[in-house]
């Protein structure tokens, strides 16, 4: 029996409660395997720990995580309680700049029984690789002079190991699948870093005569994630554009709700976290109907990630199974509690057993 170590920090709002559905979904797969199991280590790091002990984590909060095999994040943030910039930077953020988790790999696909907003999306199936360390979520800059005389400044961050390897990983990743990758840029408007990432786009890609590629700008790609997403296969972006397309990814989907995402440690010298799309949604927080998919999809990301793809299929198989059988959770239309969803993900898990 294998035993892999997890840190879970459910973190705020419905993190809370999708992240014990997932879970849930987790062991009935090990259970299925045989061969797997998980220990769960929960932490209770999120905006009301800040607002207990002025910070979002313990100091030797990274130390400990550290030590796990890897780590299942819900949601983070609370604006009402906590400013963003304060939650994110003081959680998530330091997370994944500390573990060095320098790739965010996030699908999006037309699963079996969700009708997608698009009126013909043609089974779109696509994989977006973001630079996940640097580029426009840099945190060099600031601010000076006050009243009219106040500015701003905030500096994007391109170094050719960080973006050469999310690149490389794109073109490895679609060796697996349809043996496409798409670049975004933006090299038309923005004059040093975007050449710059052509530049090394068009040297990554001669290491790959293999695999066919284009390069797109990132106004155009986002047309045509609603026009034609059945055309892409793998696109790799940089950390912002990488960032708005998988939130409009999950749009096309059906529901920002069901979008997974894994922030890997592509060296595996420390744990990777995986972490749905969305939100912490404290709207609909606390009332039980929030969509466990994203998160129980992201655990299967966890898996694939791990070693055991085959047991992640038959999640996400359950998913498409569920969805088909006409139990979806109001942001997807239906009616489902949250609870009833999950009941439903189990029952075609165990069936495939």
Not at 59 to 65: F, Y
Not at 179 to 191: C, E, L, Q, Y
């Amino acid at each position: 029996m294998k035993r892999y170590d997890i840190a879970v920090i459910p973190g705020d709002g419905i993190g809370q409660e999708v992240v014990p559905a997932a879970i849930e979904v987790l062991e009935a797969a090990a259970e299925i395997h045989g061969g797997l199991a998980f220990n769960w280590t929960h932490f209770p790091w999120n905006c009301e720990y800040y607002l207990e002990h002025g910070r979002m984590m313990p100091e030797d909060g990274i130390a400990t995580l550290r030590g796990f095999d890897q780590i299942f994040l819900g949601a983070v943030g609370m604006p009402g309680l906590v400013a963003d910039h304060i939650s994110l930077w003081g959680l998530l953020i330091k997370i994944r700049r500390e573990m060095q988790q320098s790739i965010n790999v996030r699908p999006a696909k037309l699963l079996r029984g969700l009708q997608s907003p698009l009126r013909e999306p043609k089974d779109f199936d696509l994989i977006v690789v973001r630079e996940n360390s640097e580029g426009e979520y840099s945190e060099i800059g600031g601010r000076i002079h006050s009243g009219e005389d106040q500015m701003a400044i905030q500096n994007a961050v391109f170094t050719r190991k960080a973006t050469e390897r999310a690149m490389r990983y794109a073109f490895e990743l679609a060796q697996t699948r349809r043996n496409h990758v798409t670049s975004a840029t933006k090299s038309n408007g923005i004059s040093h870093s975007m050449p710059f990432w052509d530049d090394v786009f068009q040297a990554v890609k001669a290491d790959y005569p293999a695999t066919a590629s284009s390069s797109i700008h990132i106004d155009a790609l986002a047309a045509f994630f609603v026009m034609k997403p059945h055309q892409f296969d793998v696109i790799v972006a940089s950390n912002l554009f990488g960032d708005i397309l998988t939130d409009l990814g999950g749009a096309i989907m059906g529901s920002i709700g069901i979008a997974p995402a894994a922030n890997l440690n592509v060296e595996r010298q420390y744990p990777s976290m995986f972490e749905p799309v969305h939100g912490s949604a404290p709207d609909i927080a606390g009332r039980g109907i929030s969509n466990p998919v994203g998160q129980i999809w992201t655990g299967k990301m966890m898996l694939d990630f791990m070693g055991y793809p085959e047991i992640g299929g038959l999640i996400l198989n359950a998913i498409e199974a569920a969805l088909s059988d006409g139990v979806k959770t109001a942001d997807l239309g239906g009616q489902a509690t949250t609870r009833e969803m999950t009941d439903a993900i189990l029952r075609h898990l165990r069936k495939q057993s």
